[in-house]
């Protein structure tokens, strides 16, 4: 069984900085690309990073400039650095991961549950 694991939210103040960390485990052969979403109350799910096996990345527009995703691959993990955070980073932030279960010969998307992080002063 395939699980990814979040850690890292929490309350920050307006121009504070937390780090996100993701864990795959499980029966994994390959982890393709990984990723980060947030969702704020009365929103839609938005893409907020996405960063491939080969370490290319991919911003939302709004986070540019502020945020990193970057992956250690022998940990099986993502993280997602957060910069100069402001009032409306604040939201659950999901982690997203392709991948091929051992014995499987096609990719599996993955969520995690989700960790919240405020930013409030």
């Known amino acids: 069984q395939v699980q990814l694991v979040e850690s890292g939210g929490d309350l920050v103040q307006p121009g504070g900085s937390l780090r996100l960390s993701c864990v795959a485990s499980?029966?994994?052969?390959?982890?393709?690309?990984m990723g980060w979403y947030r969702q704020a109350p009365g929103k839609q799910r938005e893409l907020v990073a996405r960063?491939?096996?080969?370490?290319?990345?991919n911003y939302a527009d709004s986070v540019k400039g502020r945020f990193t995703a970057s992956r250690d691959n022998a940990k099986n993990t993502v993280y997602l650095q957060m910069n100069s955070l402001k009032p409306e980073d604040t939201a659950v932030y999901y982690c997203?991961?392709?991948?091929?279960?051992?014995?499987?010969?096609?990719?599996?998307?993955?969520w995690g549950e989700g960790t919240l992080v405020t930013v409030s002063s």
């Open positions: 499980g029966s994994i052969r390959i982890i393709n690309a």
């Open positions: 960063i491939t096996s080969g370490g290319n990345t």
């Open positions: 997203n991961a392709d991948i091929t279960p051992h014995l499987y010969n096609y990719n599996i998307n993955y």
